[in-house]
């Protein structure tokens, strides 16, 4: 089950990573942070558990936004806005199967 296969949704001619893992009774929306890959994660000890304890209670959805980590790259000309981001959620979570997820 660890690490899970990432998989890709594509917004706006890009791909955005994500990754589905856990089986509780609530969705959970984890945003990486902006220096930070979904796949790498695992590699790191602290890390890695963190998220395998996430995993007991809730169903995780895990993604890279646009521009960051294995998703792809953005031209710095076309830094994403809040916007960008939340389109991001809107379309991994759709793409995860989730209605409603707590962030």
């Given amino acids: 089950m660890f ?3 990432t998989q890709y949704v ?3 001619g890009r791909l955005i990573a994500y990754q589905v893992f856990g089986s509780g009774g609530m969705d959970l929306l984890l945003c990486n942070g ?3 890959n979904i ?3 695992w ?3 602290r890390t890695a558990a963190r998220l395998q304890r996430l995993a007991n209670f809730s169903r995780v959805i895990f993604f890279d936004r646009s521009g ?3 998703s792809d790259r953005l031209p710095l000309t076309e830094l994403p806005t809040w916007e960008d ?3 991001d959620m809107r379309v991994v979570m759709d ?6 997820a707590s962030i």
């Fill in 3 to 5: 690490p899970p296969r």
């Fill in 10 to 12: 594509e917004r706006s």
């Fill in 34 to 36: 902006m220096s930070s």
């Fill in 39 to 41: 796949d790498l994660a």
């Fill in 43 to 45: 590699d790191v000890p």
């Fill in 68 to 70: 960051t980590g294995a």
């Fill in 85 to 87: 981001w939340a389109d």
């Fill in 95 to 100: 793409a995860a199967g989730s209605m409603r």
